[in-house]
C-alpha cells in the first residue's frame, strides 16, 4: 500500500487555517478524508500538508440566515445533515442526498463540504444543492465569495481555499432519488428535484460527467404535468451525448434512467407540497 509523505497541521481557527493553504503550494484541506485519505494511500493524490479544519466551531452546525435561509457549515457530517429537523423539513432532498451516501461510518466521518468539494459524479450532495438552489460560500486569498452550487461543480474550489458553508433557501417540496453501485455505494445515477411557487429545478450526476441541472427537461414539464410518461418523454429530448456511458450502461439506459429516478423524485416532491 502507498502512503504519500505529508506534514499535517490542525489551526486553531480559519484564519490561520488560510494562512496555511496559503503558505504551501499543494496543501489540502482535510475534514472527513473519506475521499483524500483514500487517494493518498493509492498515490492518486499528493499533498505535502494536511489542514485539518474538521474541529472549527465555526465550519459546524446548522443555523438560521437573517434572511431566513439554512446555514450548513461545511463541517457538519452527513450523518448530522441527515438528521437536522429543520433540514429534513425545510431541504428534504438535502437530508436524503446525505443518507444516500456510503454507510454509518462514511456518513459519521464525511462532511458536507468534503462531499461537495470531491468533483466528478461519484457525491450525491452536488446534485441536491443545485436543484435546492443552494449557494456554497468559500473563503480564499480573494476574501470571502457565494457562489451557485451549479457554478461550483463546474468549477471546484479554487487552490488556497476552504468551503466554510452550505446556504439553502426553504423549499419543503423537494426529493432525491438514486441508484447505486453495489460495491462502491458512488450514484450510477441519482436525480434531485425542487417544486413549488419557486419553481421547478432538476439536477443529476452519476450519469453525466458532472452534476448539472437539466434546464431542457425542466422547460419541458413546465405545465405540471409530472407523469412518468411525460418525464420520460422530456428526458428522451435531451441529447444522448449528455449521458456518459460507464460500468456496463450505455447513455441510452443511463438517459432512461435518469428519466425514470426523475419521475420518482418529482412525485415524491408533489406529495410534500
Do not use: W
Amino acid at each position: 500500500m502507498i502512503l504519500t509523505d505529508f506534514d499535517y497541521v490542525r489551526p486553531a481557527d480559519l484564519a490561520e487555517a488560510l494562512e496555511l493553504l496559503a503558505g504551501t503550494p499543494g496543501a489540502r484541506v482535510l475534514a472527513g478524508g473519506q475521499s483524500l485519505i483514500a487517494d493518498l494511500r493509492t498515490g492518486e493524490t499528493t499533498a505535502p500538508l494536511l489542514v485539518d479544519v474538521r474541529r472549527l466551531a465555526e465550519l459546524r452546525g446548522v443555523r438560521r440566515t437573517e434572511g431566513g435561509h439554512l446555514r450548513i457549515g461545511s463541517a457538519t457530517t452527513l450523518a448530522e445533515l441527515a438528521s437536522d429537523r429543520r433540514v429534513l423539513d425545510e431541504a428534504p432532498a438535502l437530508a436524503a442526498a446525505a443518507r444516500a451516501n456510503g454507510d454509518p461510518q462514511v456518513r459519521n466521518l464525511g462532511t458536507v463540504g468534503g462531499n461537495l468539494s470531491a468533483g466528478g459524479r461519484a457525491t450525491d450532495l452536488p446534485a441536491a444543492a443545485i436543484a435546492t438552489d443552494a449557494r456554497v460560500l468559500v473563503a480564499g486569498p480573494g476574501g470571502r465569495r457565494s457562489v451557485p452550487a451549479e457554478e461550483f461543480a463546474a468549477q471546484g474550489v479554487p487552490a488556497g481555499s476552504v468551503v466554510t458553508a452550505l446556504t439553502v433557501p426553504p423549499a419543503r417540496a423537494g426529493a432525491f432519488e438514486k441508484t447505486a453501485d453495489r460495491a462502491t455505494r458512488y450514484p450510477v445515477c441519482a436525480a434531485a428535484v425542487r417544486v413549488g411557487p419557486a419553481g421547478l429545478r432538476i439536477a443529476v450526476t452519476g450519469a453525466t460527467v458532472r452534476p448539472v441541472r437539466l434546464r431542457g427537461v425542466e422547460d419541458r414539464l413546465r405545465d405540471g404535468s409530472f407523469s412518468t410518461e411525460a418525464v420520460l418523454a422530456a428526458f428522451r429530448a435531451e441529447p444522448r451525448t449528455l449521458f456518459v456511458p460507464g460500468r456496463g450502461n450505455s447513455a441510452e439506459y443511463l438517459g432512461h434512467l435518469a428519466g425514470v429516478l426523475t419521475a420518482r423524485a418529482l412525485a415524491r416532491a408533489v406529495a410534500l407540497e
